[in-house]
């Protein structure tokens, strides 16, 4: 069992930051991968980013060079460094986890970009 507990949304302007976090209740090393989805109104759920336990990252090229994926391992947490924000970056946010063939996920966090 895993429980994610996503935090660090919020309303920004377009061009600002945010910095996700989703925190697992067991180690992310024992974890084999993790990621950060999205999903905006009316669409489907679309993944974004995934960092496997060993360290390899990968991304969605729409975030490519924008969004960053990373995990401090001392507190099972893993962020999603969003920059240069724009309107269509609008959704709930969701954290992933994938543990051997079983799939957790937290309750989203919610991210609007407008002005």
């Known amino acids: 069992q895993v429980q994610l507990v996503e935090s660090g949304g919020g309303l920004v302007q377009p061009g600002g930051s945010l910095r996700l976090s989703c925190a697992a209740s067991?180690?992310?090393?024992?974890?084999?991968?993790m990621s950060w989805y999205r999903q905006a109104p009316g669409k489907e759920r679309e993944w974004l980013a995934t960092?496997?336990?060993?360290?390899?990252?990968n991304y969605e090229d729409s975030v490519k060079g924008r969004f960053i994926i990373s995990r401090d391992s001392a507190k099972n947490t893993v962020y999603l460094q969003m920059n240069s924000l724009k309107a269509e970056d609008t959704a709930v946010y969701f954290c992933?986890?994938?543990?051997?063939?079983?799939?957790?996920w937290g309750q989203g966090t919610q991210v609007t970009v407008s002005s």
């Open positions: 992933r986890a994938m543990v051997l063939s079983t799939i957790y």
């Open positions: 960092v496997a336990s060993g360290g390899v990252t």
């Open positions: 067991r180690s992310v090393f024992s974890i084999n991968a």
